[in-house]
């Protein structure tokens, strides 16, 4: 007996040498991918990420992954995911998620949910926007007041901007700033707005006012007034202030069911505001349903999904849909097919989607699918983590 326990001990000893030494890390397999995906949101210039499924949420941060599983947070489970709206904080790497009044905020090291039950001004309240500042703060902008002049003969009233930033404590949402800007009621809509690498707050109503210094004993901004060849410029969504200059944003919010028209433009003096339509400049596929989702502006481009609609029912097609980019410089557009694939027939499963660098990841009603763009190949976001951690 004694030995084989020296040969083995010998055997042992001589193949130390050989023994490659493996770091081993915990890793946590990301199955709450596989389950309905809700949302999807890339924010490419900064490598991130975020997935909310009816089992959890995903965080990345380029290849660094973040699960928080609805098991452990069950608060998960509250939120309306399809309709809340996904901001992200490059500075903090703080995703916001804002749905009615829930505000959640999910990071590395961060998961805080909070609700809002601040009562604003009750005639305007459902005109409001949300934007973070370069620091990484949240703000809201509505109107606060109404003021309305009995002799000035005119049935039209202006309607007070109020910027609040968000404090999130048990006692209070918001910190006001109250302000002299206001919009008049033939103008009224939503004051979206964006901040600018200097920090200075544009608000995208008409007029457009670049606020340079806020707080709440004073308020320092310049009034553009803006017009628009055919139409009256209100207000555009989802703005975006480009390196060239222009605000860029949409006619109007877009769905699946109800997509974009048209791009605005405008620069930051009294230059008249401009309409790119979409079905002017770009020839869409006789089978799509227009461009339901915005995906990035980059500089003077903005990216589009444009959606096909198949089904078992109405046969397999050779397209899931497009991305389209939408050169605002020149009206030009040019159209990327995503083709269909046998682990992905047709878009009819499709709830969600949004492009991080050379992917499409695309939140089915089954799973998380990645497209690769270089390769036209369709997988699943699970099984390329489970082949992933085989071949480390």
């Not at 033939?186 to 457009?208: M, R, S, W, Y």
């Not at 499963?349 to 939140?363: A, F, H, Q, R």
Request: with cysteine; hydrophobic share 40%; proline share 4%.
């Amino acid at each position: 007996m004694n030995k084989w326990i020296t040969l083995i001990l010998v055997l042992l000893i001589g193949t130390t040498s050989c023994v490659d030494e493996i770091d081993l890390r915990p890793f946590e397999l990301p199955s709450l991918t596989k389950s309905t995906v809700r949302r999807v949101e890339a924010f490419e210039l900064d490598s991130a990420l975020f997935v909310a499924t009816d089992e959890g949420v995903m965080l990345l941060y380029g290849d660094e992954q973040i699960l928080f599983d609805a098991g452990s947070y069950d608060e998960l489970l509250e939120i309306e995911w399809t309709n809340a709206e996904v901001l992200y904080a490059p500075t903090t790497d703080i995703f916001w998620v804002i749905a009615d009044s829930a505000f959640l905020r999910v990071g590395r090291n961060t998961f805080d949910l909070h609700y809002d039950r601040t009562n604003f001004y009750a005639p305007t309240k459902s005109y409001f926007d949300y934007a973070l500042s370069p620091d990484g703060k949240l703000y809201r902008l509505g109107y606060y007041d109404e003021v309305w002049d009995p002799n000035s003969g005119s049935f039209f009233s202006d309607y007070m901007i109020g910027i609040y930033e968000f404090v999130g404590n048990p006692n209070n949402t918001w910190k006001e700033t109250q302000t002299d800007l206001g919009v008049n009621s033939k103008f009224l809509a939503d004051p979206t707005f964006v901040f600018a690498e200097n920090g200075d707050l544009i608000i995208n109503t008409n007029p457009v006012y670049v606020v340079t210094s806020f707080n709440q004993s004073e308020v320092v901004a310049d009034s553009i007034s803006k017009t628009g060849s055919g139409f009256k410029f209100r207000t555009s969504y989802q703005p975006y202030l480009s390196e060239t200059g222009h605000m860029y944003g949409l006619f109007s919010e877009p769905t699946f069911l109800t997509p974009v028209v048209a791009v605005v433009d405008h620069a930051l003096n009294e230059e008249e505001v401009r309409l790119h339509a979409l079905d002017e400049n770009c020839e869409m596929p006789s089978s799509s349903q227009g461009a339901v989702k915005l995906l990035d502006w980059q500089s003077d481009q903005a990216r589009f999904f444009v959606q096909v609609f198949s089904s078992p029912q109405t046969g397999e097609s050779e397209e899931l849909g497009y991305i389209m980019t939408f050169d605002l410089a020149s009206d030009q557009c040019s159209l990327r097919s995503l083709r269909s694939h046998p682990d992905l027939k047709w878009s009819e499963g499709i709830n969600d989607l949004d492009i991080l660098e050379d992917k499409v990841y695309i939140g089915t009603r089954e799973e998380l699918m990645v497209y690769d763009l270089n390769t036209d190949d369709v997988t699943s976001y699970l099984f390329n983590a489970i082949e992933n951690l085989s071949v480390q």
